[in-house]
């Protein structure tokens, strides 16, 4: 069936800030979506209250609302523009809500506007547990026994009913809010009072638990003819217990029988199917019992899911694109394979490598937080890594993580003490992988291993697999004594350099030279859906070791561009808003542009976003390869954050070019004491400072400094470990904090200047001029971190001589340290007086917030200073805000109820909104205003 000629306008509905459980995934599906749309001529509408992302960006949709997230937003776009048809399957649960309350209130039957992509009613069935049980037993299909409850005395007799250990499962939550496993009798009564109150209808249902059993879940997408696709089915590592969003997960399933996998694949269909009449993507969730392979149903979200961006990104088949036009009348042997340009969309994609996808969390973001994984999702972000076999992918994305592994152990991060280690596998964490194999480093055996995790034996005996060539490694003393059959194994099992020399107690630069001259290099494999059945068009790699490389390199200029690894805090989706500018720059300044990145959620590695995508991890082994393999003319690194901008040492002194602001001077900003002692030269006041290596250099400079002062280790980001203290055992305790986790960093003691205003600047400068982008001031005083403050653009409160003041000091600052590109300088102000806490010379969190709030495309200017081919005044700016707008940090406290909420100069906000106001007695300011000191570290 062809388009829908009818429908020729649409509002896609986006999932709000960052929050853990609803992740920038939904961005990526939402602006694939508009993309999608937009390519069939129709005139897309979106409405989103994040300003960090690509989604929300003129780019993206001919129209955007950076809007509250309310039915009374939706009234407003509806009386602004003519809409056929609303689309809120791209937005995760909050958009779903949000449609279901709109039409709840008779708004698309009031606008005439249609629902496309779903079914209320069949989103009503799967999120009432009570009406999904009775329609899977109704298919033939089975559930874990269970019983709704709307009351506290229903749950007690739900238990009694049915015996422990059990699941409370909330209903219309998202990423397993109020959720949790019950052990014990003892302990059911509180669990059942926070599931009820964490549903918004007062409902859980309390389910027998099925721990042990395995995971899998499949992603489908469905047309108007009733055409069912598999995408991808996705096996968990972790048994049932843990939320899929903080389990390793691995694609294809590796542990299936052919049976199991076809009565998986026959019930996922059944179940899509009898959901009702719509057209798009659906996600099913199964359990079954490792002993007889019985299967059950969890759950089945009729929507674009969490996972679909990582289904997307692991076949090369782009799921939301697709499902966007399902949604609006295509059928899906009408549409092409993206990748291939031959096949039909019908054609299921089939892997000829090995997907890993791990978990990033931020526990030590949340002190005294449970580090303990179960129902209710923690972690904050994902990587995903692709190898020509489970080792190597496992290894990748270890090295992906962004947390100073170089894979899975031999990395001096290994554990020693038995009982410790048998206590964290009985226990799911965040570290435990790891664990599995320091057991069997130590000789536990595998049957006890299975006993205590519940991870099936084949995984178990893959890990082995590393432990017993690291047995044969160990015995080895020099790199020239490693054969090439032996080298080439380790570096198929995805050993990085680093890992094998640790293991030989050698340097890495030894078994890299004897890893060239024996020829040992990586080859790059295209991800084509089809196992290379059909010729690909899309240029989309992964590293390997192997003969043949599909890479072929054009003899075209190209520049790279560094992404910034997982999404955590302090470090999250606003930096892939930075690079997708900086590729569409790249392109429009002729080079062939090249992204490297590790995240699935993101749209700049989407297949068809840059000219050439490596999904590598941003570790200093793969790029190197990488560049080697390519020679591009530079690569930038200011648009990853703190991720791209620590590789720059290292490719300074392999002589590539930085594109933009040279890493000489990217150094001075970064080493506090050199930046202090330019900003005395340039007569600009800054607080006084030290740095030390030790507790005892540490006790003194606070000393002359005087407390309170600021402690924190220098080359990190969203002030990691940093804390204000007060006297000399706090300083003490902190410093020896930092070295425990953070070995051999400088330490760097700054004064704290007490009830002073913080305020910051974003600017560009291309050589010649600054352009001041934009001033924030922000809510609370100085001691709480930028990213958790509430900030207003323009400032509200600082003089005219305050704000003359900081743009004078940025100017002072870009020209002398030969900024080329973009800037982001703090600021204290006490009494009137202007102080310069820190400079960033790379794209910062605020800079995509400025660019939405004025409406300008700083991102793209900023991109085309770097790369020189473009002054300042080549652009018309003109900055468009009436009143304030402002920038409202988002937490996610409900996953760990027991941490100190208390805000201070480290990170703990996982997102943002933006707000706009039309003066300062508009009461949602006023109530930040009133508010300002309630968070004080002090």
């Known amino acids: 069936m062809p388009k829908d000629s009818s429908i020729k306008s649409v509002l896609i509905i986006g999932s709000g800030p960052i929050i853990i459980g609803q992740a920038c995934e939904f961005d990526y599906s939402g602006t694939q979506a508009s993309r999608s749309l937009r390519e069939e001529g129709i005139e897309v509408t979106l409405i989103n209250s994040n300003p960090a992302t690509i989604m929300t960006d003129p780019v993206t949709a001919d129209h955007v609302y950076l809007l509250p997230l309310t039915v009374d937003s939706l009234r407003q776009i509806l009386e602004e523009r003519h809409i056929d048809a609303v689309l809120p399957t791209m937005g995760g649960q909050t958009a779903l809500n949000l449609a279901i309350e709109a039409g709840n209130q008779g708004v698309w039957e009031q606008y005439d506007v249609r629902l496309i992509g779903v079914d209320l009613d069949a989103i009503e069935l799967t999120e009432n547990r ?22 506290f005395l229903e749950g007690m007799e739900a238990a009694q009913e049915i ?94 029988s052919d049976t199991a996998y076809q009565q998986m694949r026959d019930d996922a269909m059944l179940m899509m199917r009898s959901l009702g009449n719509f057209a798009g993507g659906c996600n099913v969730q199964f359990a079954q019992n490792p002993e007889t392979e019985e299967l059950i149903a969890i759950e089945i979200n009729p929507r674009v899911s969490r996972s679909s961006a990582l289904a997307s990104k692991a076949t090369g088949y782009p799921i939301a694109k697709i499902a966007a ?89 290994e554990w020693i003490r038995t009982e410790d280690i048998l206590k964290r596998l009985e226990t799911p964490s965040d570290d435990r992988i790891y664990r599995l194999k320091d057991a069997l480093r130590l000789g536990v055996p595998k049957n006890t291993i299975k006993k205590l995790t519940g991870i099936d034996m084949w995984f178990i005996k893959q890990i082995e697999i590393l432990v017993r060539i690291e047995e044969k490694l160990i015995r080895y003393n ?70 043949e490389n599909e890479s072929k390199v054009s003899d075209r200029k190209k520049i790279i561009v560094l992404g910034a690894g997982p999404n955590r805090i302090g470090q999250g989706i606003e930096f892939d808003y930075c690079c997708v500018h900086g590729l569409l720059a790249v392109k429009e300044a002729g080079y062939e542009a090249i992204m490297v990145n590790c995240n699935p959620e993101t ?27 390519e020679k591009p003319e530079g690569v930038i690194v200011q648009l990853g954050g703190q991720t791209a901008l620590k590789l ?50 540490a006790l003194e400079i606070a000393n002359k400094v005087t407390y309170p002062v600021l402690v924190r280790p220098s080359y990190v980001l969203g002030g990691q470990r940093m804390r204000i203290v007060i006297n000399n055992d706090e300083l003490e305790a902190q410093v020896l904090s930092i070295l425990k986790h953070i070995p051999d960093n400088k ?73 080329k590109g973009l800037i982001n300088i703090q600021f204290a102000i006490k009494d009137d007086k202007v102080y310069v806490i820190e400079a960033n010379p790379r794209g910062s969190r605020t800079t995509p917030f400025i660019a939405k709030a004025y409406k300008v495309p700083y991102l793209n200017i900023a991109a085309h200073c770097m790369l020189g081919n473009k002054k300042l005044k080549d652009f018309k700016i003109e900055k468009n805000l009436k009143g ?44 930040l205003d009133r508010n300002r000191y309630m968070f004080l570290y002090r």
């Open 747 to 819: 330490i760097l003691i700054d004064q704290f200047l007490e009830r002073a205003k913080e305020a910051e600047i974003d600017a560009i400068c291309d050589g010649e001029e600054v352009h001041i982008m934009g001033i924030m001031e922000h809510v609370e005083p100085a001691g709480i971190h930028s990213g958790d403050s509430a900030a207003l653009l323009p400032t509200y409160s600082l003089s005219e001589n305050v704000v003359n003041t900081m743009k004078e000091y940025t100017r002072r600052i870009a020209y002398a340290l030969q900024i």
């Open 603 to 629: 749209v700049s590695t989407d297949f068809d976003i840059a000219d050439k995508l490596y999904f590598e991890p941003v570790f200093w082994e793969h790029l190197e390869e990488i560049i080697d393999h």
């Open 163 to 256: 015996g422990f250990p059990l699941v409370i499962r909330p209903s219309y939550t998202l990423g397993g809010t109020g959720g949790g496993f019950v052990m014990k009798e003892e302990d059911f009564s509180a669990a059942l009072r926070r599931g009820l109150e964490a549903s918004p209808t007062h409902e859980v249902l309390v389910e027998k638990a099925v721990l042990g059993w395995k995971e899998f879940e499949l992603e489908l997408l469905r047309d108007s003819n009733d055409n069912v696709v598999i995408i991808c089915t996705v096996e968990n590592l972790d048994p049932m217990g843990v939320h899929t969003g903080d389990s390793i997960t691995v694609a294809p399933a590796m542990t299936l």
């Open 478 to 547: 020099v790199a020239e004594d490693l054969s090439e059959e032996f080298l080439r194994e380790l570096k198929e099992l995805g050993y990085s350099d680093a890992q094998i020399a640790w293991v030989m107690r050698i340097k890495e630069e030894h078994v890299t030279q004897r890893r060239r001259e024996l020829g040992i290099r990586r080859v790059y494999k295209m991800v084509d859906t089809c196992a290379a059945e059909f010729e690909a068009k899309t240029p989309y790699f992964y590293s390997t070791f192997d003969s």
């Open 130 to 151: 009570e009406a999904f049980k009775e329609h899977v037993v109704k298919l033939g299909m089975h559930v874990a026994q269970s019983r709704i409850a709307n009351s």
């Open 325 to 413: 036009k399902l949604a609006i009348g295509y059928t899906l042997d009408e549409l092409k394979n993206q990748i291939t340009k031959t096949t039909s969309a019908f054609f299921e994609p089939t892997l000829d490598y090995v997907i890993v996808k791990m978990p990033r969390w931020n526990f030590d973001k949340f002190q005294g937080s449970d580090h303990t994984l179960g129902l209710q999702m923690k972690s904050v972000g994902e990587v995903m890594s692709i190898g020509r076999n489970f080792l190597e992918a496992l290894q990748k994305a270890c090295q992906s993580q962004e947390n100073n592994r170089m894979g899975l152990g031999a990395d001096m991060k």
């Open 648 to 697: 720059a040492e290292r490719l300074y002194k392999k002589g590539v070019k930085i594109i933009g602001t040279s890493f000489k001077h990217m150094d001075i900003a970064e080493d506090r004491g050199v930046f202090s002692d330019l900003l005395k030269t340039l007569d600009i006041p800054y607080p006084r400072y030290g740095s030390a290596k030790n507790a005892d250099e």
């Open 884 to 927: 304030y707008a402002i920038k409202v940090p988002v937490f996610s406290f409900d996953k760990f109820p027991n941490v100190d909420k208390q805000l201070g100069p480290e990170m703990k906000s996982t997102g943002e909104a933006i707000r706009f106001i039309d003066d300062l007695q508009d009461p949602f300011f006023r109530e």
